[in-house]
């Protein structure tokens, strides 16, 4: 499958995550309406976008300018060939 290009569908994608969002929020907390869920649930869509922001934005701009991500499984990729000192094109950094 393609990258999504048309504008009408990558807004309606971009709804439909939020849509999904607050109907999973809110119904975790029809079920356990207290304020530890609603703590947990608050912390945990902070930390999540915090790390979706770490992986694009901070890496890129702060760490490897040149590596574009196209989703977190190539942030995955990325950060495992760092880890074990290889190159985006298979050649050892050391």
Known sequence: ???????RLIYLKGLLFLVGAVLSAGLLLAFNPTLQTAALLAICVWCACRFYY???YVIQH???AEYRYAGLW???RYAWRERLGWRRDGKPTK
Do not use: Q, R, S
């Not at 499958?1 to 504008?7: A, H, Q, S, T, V």
């Open 54 to 56: 770490f992986t694009f």
């Open 62 to 64: 702060y760490v490897d």
């Open 74 to 76: 190539a942030f995955i």
């Open 1 to 7: 499958m393609g990258d999504l290009k048309n504008p």
